[in-house]
């Protein structure tokens, strides 16, 4: 260093292998590497003491990360610890209830059966045989009750001792039941008529009473059975009088 009573001071160093620092006046020179003798080791202890403070840094950021992840991960490991919910309690449904049948409105359908004819009186003859016929009804479903009312026709061949042929039997009547919501069970009662082959014993009027049965198995389809019991006293031939008992299925159409 060379200070010049007739200006300011100067101040120079030789060539340094890392920082050259010039200050105006009377400055401070910091050497880093090696400029003065004990550079080196001042150096070498400033650096320990760099390493230090950065191992202490990263020791307290590795502590303070940890921590946070020891804090985020609670919840979650007290949640894997807790104990599972006790399953719900299974609950059967009940068996479905079939809806009751509305037998309100009109209805057509066939019916095959079967009769028997016996005689009483001036003759006593008697015969039985198939019949086959059509039957159209309209009821009234009031809830618990039903009521109705229809006509049947049975066409027929029953040979009765080879004086007459029963031709047909013809019913207008009523009938009332128990609504069974999908099927019905009835009593029916009205007025029959008999027609015959031989003009000699003629036809006769009388009536009729017996009882019924339907199910619905199907949209719009029923199927029936009936037992019907026939009284005649009013035969072209004086003193005749006869007795039938037919019992039939149906296929009914209701609308």
């Known amino acids: 260093m060379r200070i010049s009573p007739d200006g300011p001071a ?9 920082v050259f620092v010039s200050c105006r006046g009377v400055e401070r020179l910091w050497r880093v590497h090696s400029l003065w003798p004990g550079g080196t080791e001042h150096a070498a202890t400033t650096r320990t003491n760099e390493s230090k403070e950065l191992d202490q840094t990263m020791t307290r950021s590795l502590i303070l990360a940890t921590g946070l992840a ?7 490991l007290a949640g894997g610890m807790a104990q599972d919910p006790a399953p719900a309690p299974v609950t059967v449904a ?5 809806a009751g049948a509305d037998w309100t409105g009109p209805s057509v359908g066939v019916q095959l059966g079967y009769g028997d004819v016996s005689t009483y009186g001036s003759n006593q003859l008697s015969g039985n045989d198939a ?7 309209y009821d009234y479903d009031l809830g618990s009750v039903i009521v109705g009312g229809g006509l049947q026709y049975d066409t027929t061949d029953i040979d009765l001792g080879g004086v007459t042929t029963l031709e047909s039997v013809t019913r207008i009547g009523a009938r009332a039941g ?9 009593g ?3 007025w029959a008529q008999a027609t015959t082959s031989n003009p000699t014993v003629g036809d006769s009027n009388g009536w009729y009473a017996g009882v ?27 003193g005749l009088n006869a007795e039938a008992t037919t019992a039939a299925i149906s296929v009914n159409f209701r609308f």
């Open 10 to 18: 100067e101040c120079s160093l030789p060539p340094m292998p890392l």
């Open 70 to 76: 020891v804090l985020a991960a609670g919840p979650a």
């Open 94 to 98: 009940p068996a479905p209830v079939p």
């Open 131 to 137: 019949l086959l016929g059509l039957r159209a009804n």
């Open 178 to 186: 128990a609504d069974l919501g999908t099927s019905w069970l009835y």
């Open 188 to 190: 029916a009662a009205g």
């Open 212 to 238: 019924g049965y339907e199910l619905l198995v199907s949209d719009g389809i029923t199927l029936g059975t009936e037992v019907l019991y026939h009284q005649f006293s009013d035969f072209d031939l004086s």
